[in-house]
């Protein structure tokens, strides 16, 4: 039954997938020319399908769908559009077009509750080095230190929002509404649990916690030639020794993965001795006790290292976001979903952060994982099945009536 519609769907991500901040590879940051791109192509989608769409003032994409009565209270759907550097077509995008599939698939039906599409504005963190900023603003946890971050060329998420034509001073219209039922994504695995075990699809119970912060080696800059190597400060060579150290130690601890995926060397030249070197960590754990006692340890090795080599190091936190549960009254009617629609109603964990993260202190939230052949993901490689979207598409609307079965009850 949902085999077109899984066809369609895989179709409109990879012609999604077009706009992009660079050619030849799909690169799509906040708010860039790019977005504005997607935004006219789903808008007009949902337009075509019932919906009234608007953008908001962070720049999210909402097409909203309205239930049986104008009162009725509203499920979220959503994910985010924008994409790491060189990305896939289905990672985020694929969550916002299998809601707007859903809601061409109800033909005109109306449910008791009605359904808003949440296309996020920002997740991946690319651009001002935080994440989430598309979510955060439906949850009102925008501020001005948050507004006044700033990108590559000093352009602030306040300004950039302005380029954009949207109002910063909006912002507050962006939170989600009172009555809201729920918050509901689709997303694929981003990894090989599922195709390992030759499963289509996983209930999420919880998202694991993850820290973000900069460890900053300061040391002395000299010539390459003409310092001694017992005299020397070199702030490279203290953070390399320390990213080995990471690595050993999340190797050692059950569970836990760390990642220092940035390092930024100042001066920058092969003749001079490196003066300052940035190093970006990313930790994660299901336990929030293990995951920061972890960073705990990660901090002193900079500093017991940073000592030993006569450097200076600063730690910049940049992100902390506890481990998050998903509502088990939805996670539980979710795998009634999936069982219905022919696959066994597998739980478990994500190591990846998402949106549903940030809803789910302020709202019961749900996710659906649909496999990643290979587990690639982030990357133009990315794929996912017709028949796993079939059986995800199944699924969801399943899970539409249920919760309709519910809320009329």
Known sequence: MYADVARDVINRCRSLATYSDEPGFTTRTFLSDSMRQVHADLAAWMTRAGMSVRVDAVGNLRGFYGGASADAPRLLIGSHLDTVPHAGSFDGVLGVVMGVALIETLHGRRLPFGIEILGFSEEEGVRFGVPFIGSRAVVLDVDDELL??????????????????????????ARAEANALGYFEFHIEQGPVL????????????????????????????????TPMDGRRDALAGAAEWIGRVEE?????????????????????????PGRCRVSVD????????????????????????ARRGLGVDWSPRFD?????????????????????????????????????????????????????GGVSHHPD??????????????GMNFLDELAGAVDG
């Open 148 to 173: 006044a971050a700033q990108d590559a060329r000093g352009i602030t998420i306040r300004q950039a929002i302005r380029d954009f034509g949207l109002d910063p001073a909006h912002i507050m219209d």
């Open 283 to 306: 930790v994660r754990h299901d336990g929030d006790a293990v995951r920061t006692a972890g960073v705990d340890r990660l901090r002193s090795l900079a500093h017991e290292i940073a």
């Open 321 to 373: 976001h506890p481990a998050t549960m998903m509502d088990p009254s939805l996670v539980g009617m979710l795998a009634r979903a999936v069982e219905r629609a022919g696959a066994p109603p597998m739980i478990m964990s994500s190591g990846a952060g998402h949106d549903a993260m940030i809803l789910a202190p302020h709202m019961p939230a749900a996710m659906l994982f649909m496999r990643t052949p």
């Open 195 to 226: 195709d390992t075990l030759n499963r289509p699809l996983a209930i999420v119970d919880r998202i694991n916690g993850r820290t973000c912060a900069d460890a900053i080696f300061n040391g002395n800059p000299g010539h390459a030639g003409t």
């Open 249 to 273: 130690y999340a190797r050692c601890t059950p569970g836990l993965v760390a990642t220092t995926g940035q390092v930024d060397v100042a001066p920058g030249a092969a003749n001079v001795i």
């Open 382 to 395: 990315e794929s996912v099945t017709e028949s796993d979207v079939a059986m995800a598409l199944a699924a």
